[in-house]
């Protein structure tokens, strides 16, 4: 089992070709102006575009940008983000208005050595998603007749078994990009021999989104922290009220069954930071985690939980994080998400940052980026990845 990478592909002799680039820039959008709220994932595939534009390929990038149901929406349009790479690049993008009709050829066509284009979303095509194989072949097909070969930069999405992603590399010479390459090499690591202790932390709203990264982990780490709104389920499995706050009550006996084989290694909050309502400015409080009152919902971990989490951090040698502590998006309740990521750095252990939310608290916090070891663009495929399943967008760069 091996895969090329953009080297063996630049190797090769780009000068004049027309590659494609799965990326992903699926960023979040304010949703007040519509403007690029976190522009991480556009940064993160510049060093596989500088290198094949620099070696004087025709750069053709293709990318979905949220759930569009299969037909134009423009509230889903990448043209923004075509500004924002224009902008990062230094340089005119091209942007075709759709993905592959006239638009995407004659932008294609028009590309000089060394130029960049983007097209329209994915998305807004039904084949790019569709489970029928014979209807995502037929988009595939319209998509790889742009290019001569395929570089697939889309980490966060090579979990999704979608045309451009699984049978687009089917079809054309097929390389993993920069930030693919890396992604891999960073998740291998964690999921063949960590250096321990081994502490990974997770966060984020629900369990049932979670749980099969727990059970993939559980025997694998030394210590499991869990914070976010997640660790009420939890706390009701251990017997405590949890007020108004998120709960999965379908998953309380399954957590209980976690605690049970856990031996000892999952660490829940002892202190929640609890609040009237779900609201920046909603008065709050710290309490104890066995004595949330009825009418609150717990929106933080609490100091002594932060404290609890540094220490176990600090002994850690590998670190995996994936998650936010608390609402980190509103100041009253980012406390246990920065002390938290703050923990993590200063820890003397390789860390890994996993995914969409937690990598955007990093930023939004104003937390040094380059002081984690890698943080990736990926939220459901590096978990699915250490889940150890097969992730279809892999799998089809193999050969
Ligand atoms: C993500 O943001 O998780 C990736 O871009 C994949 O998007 P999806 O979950 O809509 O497939
Ligand atoms: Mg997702």
Redesign the pocket.
Known sequence: MSIRNLDDLLAEGVSGRRVLVRA?L?VPLDKQTGAIADDGRIRAVLPTLTALTGAGAKVVVFS?L??PKGSPDPQFSLRPVAARLGELLDAQVRFAEDTVGDSARSTVDALADGEVALLENLRFNKGETSKDDAERGAFADQLAALGEAYVDD?F??VH?KHASVFDVPARLPHVAGRLVLREVEVLAKLAGEPARPYVVVLGGSKVSDKLAVIEALLPKVDRLLIGGGMCFTFLKAQGHEVGTSLLEKEMVETCRNLLERSEGKIMLPVDVVVADAFAPDAAHDTVRADAIPSHRLGLDIGPETVAGFAAALAQAKTIFWNGPMGVFEMPAFANGTRGVAEAITSADAFSVVG??DSAAAVRALGLDESAFNHIST????SLEYLEGKTLPGIAALED
Request: charged share 20%; no cysteine; net charge positive.
């Open positions: 992903d699926n979905h949220g759930r889309a966060g999405a999704r995914g969409g990926g939220g459901g495929a």
